[in-house]
């Protein structure tokens, strides 16, 4: 059945009646298009690897969840196969509606509804002890905080539409990586926003290496996280790396995967040398053990 929609000759309206848990799941829309979808389990934190599989007299496919949209494009066109799906630490356990428009290259558009069930996920909580400084932050310093929390929105806002990395993200130092993302953290007896990130132990003065190749776009000190580097890996994927002793990087430079771009410290809101490592994705905050396991190309 077709209908005409806002202009569009839409082919197809399809309701996907099955529920994507953690398997791997193929769409097929009439005109021959396969996107694939694919995540070990679906809960706050985990990433959906998204795959356009077969793609005859495709133009583009829009992937909408939630507020965010996610564009794939045959392979050798302008923009990647591929898109990642962040699932954010505050999702609630409940069904998500995921939309995909196929644009062919005729004009025609074929249009499909997916669920995306989202599970429960525990999280622990932590009592810390830190300057009371980094709790409750004295009136001279809220200007410099509201200042670098903008800085830091302008920083996640612009991403390369073009993929950045290279093969499959590595731990970004060796030492022993706490479990702790999404921890209910409680600071001197107060409670704070959710740790997004996970803590690895790095002693005072080590090396830490990007765990992708990408684009530094910020490196420099922040009053709640200390000596900070972001990068870029495209997509609307980044890495975020804190509490350093001293930056080898500056924004703008290119990084390879593996390169160093700071040396491990314990400056910002921090009770000793560590290396917090963080990732968002188009605003998600997620697991960065959920990258370690995606299957992304070279």
Same mark, same amino acid.
């Given at each position: 059945?077709? *209908?005409?929609?806002?202009? =569009?000759?839409?082919?197809?309206?399809?309701?996907?009646?099955?529920?994507?848990? %953690?398997?791997?799941?193929? #769409?097929?829309?009439?005109? %021959?298009?396969?996107?694939? !979808?694919?995540? +070990?389990?679906?809960? &706050?934190?985990?990433?959906?690897?998204?795959? #356009?599989?077969?793609?005859?007299?495709? *133009?583009?496919?829009?992937?909408?969840?939630?507020? $965010?949209?996610?564009?794939?494009?045959?392979?050798?066109?302008?923009?990647?196969?591929? @898109?990642?799906?962040?699932?954010?630490?505050?999702?609630?356990?409940?069904?998500?509606? #995921?939309?995909?428009?196929?644009?062919?290259?005729?004009?025609?558009?074929?249009?499909?509804?997916?669920?995306?069930?989202?599970?429960?996920?525990?999280?622990?909580?932590?009592?810390?002890?830190?300057?009371?400084?980094?709790?409750?932050?004295? &009136?001279?310093?809220?200007?410099?905080?509201?200042?670098?929390?903008?800085?830091?929105?302008?920083?996640?806002?612009?991403?390369?539409?073009?993929?950045?990395?290279?093969?499959?993200?590595?731990? +970004?130092? +060796?030492?022993?990586?706490?479990?702790?993302?999404?921890?209910?953290?409680?600071?001197?007896?107060?409670?704070?926003? /959710?740790?997004?990130?996970?803590?690895?132990? $790095? +002693?005072?003065?080590?090396?830490?290496?990007?765990?992708?190749?990408?684009?530094?776009?910020? @490196?420099?000190?922040?009053?709640?996280?200390?000596?900070?580097?972001?990068?870029?890996?495209?997509? %609307? !994927?980044?890495?975020?790396?804190?509490?350093?002793? =001293? !930056?080898?990087?500056?924004?703008?430079?290119?990084?390879?995967?593996?390169?160093?771009?700071?040396? /491990?410290?314990?400056?910002?809101?921090?009770?000793? &040398?560590?290396?917090?490592?963080?990732?968002?994705? #188009?605003?998600?905050?997620?697991?960065?053990?959920?990258?370690?396991?995606? /299957?992304?190309?070279?």
């Amino acid at each position: 059945m077709a *209908k005409l929609l806002k202009g =569009r000759f839409i082919m197809l309206w399809f309701i996907a009646p099955s529920v994507f848990g %953690g398997e791997n799941v193929t #769409l097929r829309f009439p005109g %021959g298009t396969e996107v694939g !979808l694919v995540a +070990p389990t679906i809960e &706050p934190g985990q990433i959906i690897l998204a795959r #356009l599989l077969q793609a005859p007299d495709v *133009k583009k496919v829009s992937i909408r969840f939630r507020d $965010a949209v996610y564009e794939l494009t045959p392979r050798g066109q302008a923009l990647e196969t591929f @898109a990642l799906i962040g699932l954010d630490l505050g999702l609630k356990p409940e069904s998500y509606e #995921l939309k995909m428009s196929v644009f062919l290259q005729d004009g025609r558009v074929e249009e499909m509804k997916h669920q995306v069930l989202v599970s429960a996920r525990d999280f622990s909580v932590k009592k810390l002890w830190v300057k009371e400084e980094f709790v409750r932050p004295p &009136p001279e310093v809220q200007d410099r905080i509201e200042r670098e929390s903008e800085i830091l929105e302008i920083a996640y806002s612009v991403s390369s539409e073009k993929w950045l990395g290279e093969g499959a993200f590595e731990r +970004p130092h +060796p030492g022993e990586t706490k479990p702790n993302f999404g921890e209910k953290r409680i600071y001197n007896n107060v409670p704070r926003s /959710a740790h997004s990130g996970v803590d690895i132990a $790095a +002693p005072y003065g080590s090396p830490v290496r990007a765990s992708n190749s990408g684009r530094v776009v910020l @490196a420099r000190d922040l009053y709640f996280s200390g000596k900070t580097v972001i990068i870029d890996h495209g997509l %609307g !994927l980044f890495t975020f790396y804190c509490h350093f002793s =001293r !930056l080898k990087v500056s924004r703008g430079d290119a990084v390879k995967k593996g390169a160093v771009i700071a040396l /491990a410290g314990s400056t910002g809101r921090s009770t000793g &040398p560590h290396l917090h490592w963080g990732v968002r994705l #188009l605003g998600s905050r997620v697991d960065p053990a959920a990258l370690l396991s995606l /299957a992304l190309p070279e």
